[in-house]
């Protein structure tokens, strides 16, 4: 049963691996598209992302349920029988690819976050320099930003 939800999770945690390769491949296409201001594709790309997040976090929830199962089951054992050698370096190698990915994806973010932030301060010292008001004028960049933490 231990051996079964380690490489269940292992195997979550390889798609979470590929699902942040997909997300760091939008967020790279995203910060080329704000900076042509295409806002089609920004629209599209946003929800590709906000699509392929809502996947990662469901996953999440079932690695982190899987692993309290895991604990659980563990803590409950009078003698802890060691996990099969196969299952461990599975696991290993998969926490350590999803690690990699979350790090290099985390880059793309920072990039593309400090593009769509100076942006907007742009777009604000514009609006301002032709008289409107920055709080008249949201663009959809923005209402998704503020949107995000709804």
Same mark, same amino acid.
């Given at each position: !049963? ?10 979550? !945690? ?80 998969? *926490?350590? *690819? ?49 949107? *995000?933490?709804?």
């Amino acid at each position: !049963m231990q051996d079964e939800l380690i490489k269940k999770v292992a195997a979550l !945690m390889a798609e979470q691996t590929s699902a942040y390769s997909r997300l760091e491949s939008a967020t790279a296409q995203l910060s080329t598209v704000m900076m042509r201001g295409e806002s089609s594709s920004i629209e599209s790309l946003s929800k590709a992302g906000e699509k392929e997040l809502l996947a990662m976090r469901s996953r999440l929830l079932e690695i982190t349920s899987d692993l309290t199962r895991f604990a659980e089951i563990r803590a409950k054992e009078p003698e802890r029988s060691p996990l099969d050698p196969d299952a461990r370096e599975h696991f290993e190698s998969s *926490a350590k *690819a999803l690690v990699e990915a979350s790090k290099s994806f985390q880059r793309t973010a920072g990039r593309a976050s400090s593009l769509a932030l100076g942006g907007i301060s742009f777009a604000n010292a514009c609006i301002q320099m032709c008289g409107l008001p920055p709080t008249t004028y949201r663009a959809p960049v923005i209402r998704y930003a503020e949107g *995000a933490g709804r």
